[in-house]
């Protein structure tokens, strides 16, 4: 399918889901600043709720956290004030659009690590209390191979690698493919190619991935699509909106549109893993675990 193929809301039909209906995590990260991660996290979140999809977006960027900026929204409360104060995770919790929920700037977890048992159990309570039902959990991680990057992506059901095509950032992004497979025992990726000319130059950013590897190919890579580069969602940005919403028909927008599509076709969790607050144990556990290598 082509990016011209794509009409915004052309979402298979959806029925009513159960309030315990397992949850798709997906996490966005990138071995390299500049890539465009958090765009595609904010357009990507904002994509799947204007189909309809309930979408929760958790700003995971310990160091540079912006989706809340990106959205033009203000957030005076964080993940932190969960843990550490007297806030419920539905007090900090940003409303955007319909359908989409924001945890903004989670600085907090990176704290998990010194979590004792009771805090842990809080934590998982504190997702698992939410009563608006959920489909999706977009997580914008950091940037590089970071413990809490590992830890967000180890936990996660699908983890979006955003690649752009430039010597450095595929280097680096290889980088960080190998040390989550190697050490953290993350097995699947999902390539997508960020701010590429054509959709030839997408394939061949994924293609040049690959050879990456060409020694080594023990874990899966499947390539995830394009997105184009577009002053479009430069002006998007300024005006801090996503452009999916800012400038539907433009060429980002419809690839993002594409993305969010195909994401909608993506296995779908089925068993008690998929719930949300198992993400959480998950992640907690992560943090806590001593790291191994797998050989």
């Not at 990016?3 to 990138?30: C, E, H, Y």
């Not at 956290?65 to 929204?73: E, H, P, R, Y």
């Not at 932190?80 to 955007?96: A, N, Q, R, S």
Request: hydrophobic share 45%; charged share 15%.
């Amino acid at each position: 399918m082509q990016v011209s193929d794509v009409k915004l809301g052309d979402f298979p039909a959806r029925a009513n889901l159960p309030g315990n209906t397992p949850v798709q995590v997906i996490a966005v990260t990138g071995g390299k600043g500049g890539t465009g991660k958090t765009s595609v996290a904010v357009n990507l979140a904002q994509a799947l709720a204007n189909a309809g999809r309930r979408t929760l977006l958790l700003d995971a960027d310990l160091g540079m956290a912006n989706v809340d900026v990106l959205l033009g929204l203000e957030a005076r409360l964080t993940l932190f004030d969960v843990l550490y104060g007297p806030c419920k995770l539905e007090d900090i919790i940003l409303t955007g659009t319909e359908n989409l929920q924001i945890i903004p700037a989670a600085s907090g977890v990176s704290q998990l690590a010194n979590l004792g048992q009771q805090e842990c159990a809080g934590l998982v309570r504190a997702f698992s209390d939410l009563r608006e039902p959920l489909e999706t959990l977009v997580v914008d991680t950091a940037t590089g191979i970071s413990a809490s990057v590992a830890s967000f992506c180890s936990a996660a059901s699908e983890i979006l690698v955003v690649a752009c095509n430039e010597p450095a950032a595929l280097r680096d992004t290889a980088a960080q493919i190998r040390v989550l497979f190697s050490e953290y025992g993350v097995s699947r990726f999902r390539i997508l190619a960020n701010m590429v000319s054509t959709a030839h130059e997408g394939r061949e950013l994924f293609q040049s991935m690959l050879e990456q590897f060409i020694s080594n190919l023990d874990f899966t890579l499947s390539y995830a699509g394009y997105i184009p580069a577009d002053d479009q969602l430069r002006k998007a940005v300024a005006l801090h909106q996503p452009v999916v919403n800012a400038f539907p028909r433009s060429r980002s927008a419809m690839a993002l549109n594409n993305l969010a599509l195909r994401v909608s076709h993506w296995p779908q969790p089925h068993h008690a893993g998929g719930h949300l607050e198992f993400f959480v144990e998950r992640l907690i556990h992560n943090e806590n675990m001593e790291m191994e290598v797998v050989s």
